[in-house]
């Protein structure tokens, strides 16, 4: 298991936060904060925050964190499969299900068995696939593709989006149901623009890794820091 270290707080006591993130904005306190209260529990979690936020390293930390943390953690970036490969990626499928598929596969959910699934992008997932992982979540149990037997399941599920569930929902874009089984407990990252206070921080952690890797060391100038302090990060 990853160490956890100690980061002091804005106002008094001491935050743990992952050693592979950083940040000393109010912000992203409050995110380590939800991390060591979340961590410990079973519960599903769904994270926001736009792309490049850190999403997926806020997940692999609340799996660290948790007692699954000797299990797998399984990312699926839910934009990036084809749809008509999704539910077979994410349930696997059964010999025969369809043209090529000459043996058994498991998905993603059982390869993820005993630990932690993140599903990011869930709002790419078409909403036929939505209503078959809303019985997922809720049965914790599975159907591969073209099987007849349920799959159990012993998984923790965290989700993802850079985009407005709750407005989705409204569109008729998102399942309802499915976006409160997954909306337990929220956490949203904050853009780059709205922590200013881990920008710098930020640049002397990657000038340090290059560094390290390429042998050539750069100061950073005052120049620079104040037109990286006042560029507006749009995305």
């Known amino acids: 298991m990853r160490a956890w270290n100690s980061s002091p707080s804005v106002v008094t006591a001491p935050v743990a936060r992952p050693p592979s993130m950083i ?24 994270i ?15 799996h660290y964190k948790s007692p699954r943390w000797r299990a797998p953690f399984v990312p699926v970036n839910c934009s ?15 010999r025969g299900a369809f043209t090529g598929a000459t043996e058994r596969r498991a998905g993603k959910f059982e390869q ?12 790419a ?30 998984v923790r599920i965290i989700a993802a989006s850079n985009e407005d569930l709750k407005a989705l ?11 409160y089984r997954l909306n337990v407990i929220p956490i949203h990252i904050p853009p780059l623009r709205e922590r200013k206070a881990c920008i ?5 952690h990657y000038m340090e890794s290059f560094a390290a890797k390429h042998g050539a060391r750069k100061r950073l100038s005052r120049a620079a820091s104040d037109a990286l302090l006042a560029y507006p990060f749009p995305g």
């Open 169 to 179: 929902v409204e569109q008729g874009r998102m399942r309802r149901d499915l976006y």
């Open 125 to 154: 997932m078409p909403l036929g696939l939505q209503g078959k992982l809303l019985r997922v979540v809720e049965s914790r149990a599975l159907t591969k593709l073209g099987g007849w037997g349920s799959v159990p399941l012993d």
């Open 200 to 204: 710098l921080p930020l640049l002397r």
């Open 80 to 94: 990036a499969i084809p749809h008509g490969l999704l539910e077979s990626e994410l349930f696997g499928h059964e």
């Open 23 to 46: 940040g000393q904005s109010a912000g992203m306190k409050r995110v380590f904060e939800a991390l060591q209260t979340v961590g410990a529990t079973e519960a599903t979690v769904f």
């Open 112 to 123: 993820a068995a005993d630990g932690t699934i993140f599903l990011d992008e869930i709002s």
């Open 48 to 62: 926001t925050g736009d792309n490049g936020t850190g999403k997926e390293l806020v997940a692999r930390a609340i």
